[in-house]
């Protein structure tokens, strides 16, 4: 066997695990989506109040290294259900006080309609281009400390401006997440399905939220 059929082979090999990971990886996304958003659902109907949203969430937090150090074993699928149910959970008292507003049904739609078209644009475009957003990375890595610390300070600054411009900030760096994640996915550079689900999810969820904030701020009505 010559050179460039070894060549060749092993091309073909890393062209198919790379598609099994998308595979699973879009799978997995879509199922963990779902049970989230049942979960949301749950804790609206049950009307959870902003002390348990926050514990959901610091669960979610937690679990979130659990995620990462079982992403090998079989047990990683379980942990990552238990990852976004909590933190869909958490979503509830959100979405009710959204709901709570007169046209807040259509507010919450709108902002899962933009996330969705987002998420599948900038997919679609890193799918067929090819290109290689890894270059990305230290730039979104500095724009989420930014964004993380400036929300830290709001919350004792409490300026309204400031919590608009945070929102969409986030929104810009989960779309460069979004780019960033699936390119990596398709250059090899995450070959675990489990965090690459993850890392997607976390940009879908960031997003939804931050355009819901944007959307209730400029078009709430109540």
Partial sequence: MDQRTLYSSSSSASALETNKVLRNTYMLLAMTLVFSAVCAG???AVGIGPLASLVMS???????FVVHKKADDASGIFWVFAFTGLLG?????ILNFYAGFANGPQLIMQAFGATALVFFGLSAY??????????MGGFLMIG?????????ANIFLQIPAMSLAISAGIVLIMSGLILFDTSRIIHGGETNYI???VGLYLSIYNMFTSIL????????DD
């Fill in 42 to 44: 749950i804790s609206m």
């Fill in 58 to 64: 610091i669960g979610a937090l937690v679990l979130l």
């Fill in 89 to 93: 959970g958490s979503l509830g008292y």
């Fill in 126 to 135: 890193a799918l067929t281009s090819k290109k290689d957003f890894s270059f």
């Fill in 144 to 152: 989420l400390i930014v964004a993380i610390v400036a929300g830290i």
């Fill in 195 to 197: 965090r690459a689900t």
């Fill in 213 to 220: 904030h944007l959307l209730g701020a400029f078009g709430g």
